[in-house]
């Protein structure tokens, strides 16, 4: 019924960029905050950045700031991941979440999508 799917993950050089996106159904998505967290096996699941039902963005995790940009399209039911400048620590399952009520708590996961960033 709620699905989160991520997709846009794949295998790029450092340097190089990818865009995230997360499509949403099931749910209304136009109330939710959305997010994108990420892991890296044996480490706690890291929030990257949040982005409120209408588009103001929170949360940004220092290691993104300036390289990763959040977007949201109410009409698509979809949040996106811009990664700019990827590094090898931005290796991670990069997850969607949505929350009605902010960032800390998830109503909703979705599976993730692996980024690897290696030569």
């Known amino acids: 019924q709620v699905q989160l799917v991520e997709s846009g993950g794949g295998l790029v050089q450092p340097g190089g960029s990818l865009r995230l996106s997360c499509a949403a159904s099931?749910?209304?998505?136009?109330?939710?905050?959305m997010n994108w967290y990420r892991q890296v096996p044996g480490k706690e699941r890291e929030l990257v950045v949040t982005?409120?039902?209408?588009?103001?963005?929170?949360n940004y995790a220092d290691s993104a700031k300036g390289r990763f940009t959040i977007s949201r399209d109410n009409t698509k039911n979809t949040v996106y991941l811009q990664m700019n400048n990827l590094k090898p620590e931005d290796t991670a399952v990069y997850y969607c979440?949505?929350?009605?009520?902010?960032?800390?708590?998830?109503?909703?996961w979705g599976k993730g999508t692996l980024v690897t960033v290696s030569s």
């Open positions: 982005i409120t039902p209408i588009g103001g963005i929170l």
């Open positions: 099931g749910f209304t998505f136009s109330s939710y905050f």
């Open positions: 979440g949505a929350s009605r009520r902010g960032w800390s708590l998830m109503d909703y």
